[in-house]
């Protein structure tokens, strides 16, 4: 699973005895994870998922185990355009790190937003940029968007992840088990 990052993606509001959390992510912004190597998550690189209506869920620091909302529950909506991918969320604080994360935020210690996906073969393109290389992403499967206090973008690091450009196709240069973690 994939993950990365921007800062002060999101926003809660109080409403109804529940909490409203909405965050954007932004598309088509260059990044640099490692010296010498970037990433682009390029326009509606998530849409597959989303408009599958595929379950995507709103989890603590990316552990499945603190899920704050998903799409199954009705929950957490999920938007896909041009610009940026988009969350709403209604947390109601009825678990222990629900109201963790909750007070966490309000602390002002939780601010990034950051999206687990894996990219399948072909959905990614490696470019020589002088010294360094630009990986763009084109496509993504997403499976969760965590809020995070530290996020990936602009400070990430990178296991086990192939950063070798071969001669010629340069689609199939990482292995799908292989796993970039931001």
């Known amino acids: 699973m994939l993950w990365g990052a921007a800062y002060g993606a999101l926003e809660l509001r109080q409403e109804n005895g529940g909490v409203r959390l909405s965050g954007r992510f932004p598309y088509s912004t260059e990044t640099e994870l490692a010296?010498?190597?970037?990433e682009r998550i390029e326009a509606r690189a998530f849409a597959e998922r989303i408009e599958a209506g595929e379950d995507i869920h709103l989890l603590s620091g990316h552990d499945y185990e603190k899920p704050l909302a998903s799409r199954a529950a009705g929950n957490l909506t999920v938007t896909d355009t041009d610009a940026a991918l988009v969350i709403e969320a209604t947390i109601d604080g009825g678990?222990?790190?629900?109201?963790?994360?909750?007070?966490?935020?309000?602390?002002?210690?939780?601010?990034?937003?950051?999206?687990?996906?894996?990219?399948?073969?072909?959905?990614?393109?490696?470019?020589?940029?002088?010294?360094?290389?630009?990986?763009?992403?084109?496509?993504?499967?997403?499976?969760?968007?965590?809020?995070?206090?530290?996020?990936?973008?602009?400070?990430?690091?990178i296991e086990a992840r192939c950063w070798n450009i071969g001669a010629g196709d340069h689609t199939n240069v990482f292995h799908p088990l292989k796993r970039w973690r931001l």
Do not use: C, M
């Open 35 to 38: 010296p010498g190597k970037a």
């Open 95 to 157: 678990t222990s790190w629900a109201r963790d994360f909750l007070a966490a935020h309000s602390a002002g210690l939780v601010r990034g937003l950051s999206p687990g996906f894996r990219v399948p073969t072909g959905g990614e393109r490696i470019e020589r940029r002088g010294a360094g290389l630009l990986r763009s992403i084109q496509r993504a499967e997403l499976f969760e968007i965590s809020a995070v206090t530290r996020p990936a973008y602009p400070q990430a690091q």
